[in-house]
């Protein structure tokens, strides 16, 4: 068996891999979802609990061993190498969506909270799985590739969700933010993109908000609640 073939199929067990992380991933489409129909309070309620949870589970897999061994044994096939280092002990990557979640409903506006989690939810698995598919040029920490159907994927999801006025000039904020969480998801390192995407999507549409329709409160949310 050539090293070729071996490579290859290492390479297809990992895109699998990823698959399934970002088929599960897609399933955190509920937070901006049921957030629209919630109210903030109601969402603080649940979120902040469930966070705990996970970052005292996450935390203590490194630390305690039957916990790390009913993790791994559950969703061990799920991590990246990053998140089993030992020495660096970072949390996952779905307890940083639900540390993203907390602190973006606390502090932002809900459109922007939700924009943001939709960018983050189906633009970041876009990008993973084109990517490693077919990335070739580099781009940051990223490919070209995969930065391009991020940018493209979330100029989609400005375009299908609520608008805070429903004013034109709205899609144009949106799709500055939507080139900002571009690079921000290509350039993280450091930091786990599940915090700088969401994060800095809220914070542009929050400067732009400010500067051109200083006008209108950006709290009012036009939504169910």
């Known amino acids: ?10 390479q297809n067990i990992d895109y699998r891999s990823e698959l399934v992380r970002k088929a599960i991933h897609l399933t955190s489409l509920s ?26 589970v996450d935390v203590a897999r490194y630390y305690h061993r039957p ?49 943001g989690f939709s960018i983050l939810i189906i633009s970041d698995s876009v990008a993973a799985l084109v990517g490693r598919r077919f990335g070739r040029h580099r781009f940051f920490e990223k490919s070209l590739e995969g930065s391009a159907a991020f940018f493209a994927s979330a100029l989609l999801v400005v375009a299908l969700t609520p608008k805070h006025f429903d004013l034109p000039v709205e899609f144009l904020f949106g799709a500055v933010a939507a080139l900002v969480a571009t690079v921000a998801e290509a350039a993280s390192v450091n930091i786990d993109d599940n915090l700088t995407i969401p994060v800095s999507v809220a914070v542009t549409l929050w400067i732009l908000y400010a500067v051109f329709l200083p006008q209108f409160d950006v709290f009012q949310f036009k939504g169910a609640l």
């Not at 970072?90 to 606390?106: D, E, K, P, W």
């Open 31 to 56: 937070i901006p979802v049921v957030y629209y129909f919630v109210t903030r309070n109601f969402a603080l309620t649940v979120l902040i609990p469930l966070t705990v949870a996970f970052i005292v």
């Open 67 to 115: 916990v790390g061994d009913l993790f791994y044994n559950f969703f061990g096939f799920l991590l990246r190498r990053h998140e089993r280092d030992t020495k660096t002990k970072r949390l996952n990557g779905a307890t940083y969506v639900l540390i993203s979640a907390t602190l973006c409903v606390l502090i932002f506006p809900k459109h922007f909270v939700i924009l």
């Open 1 to 10: 068996m050539n090293e070729g073939f071996i490579e290859r199929r290492a």
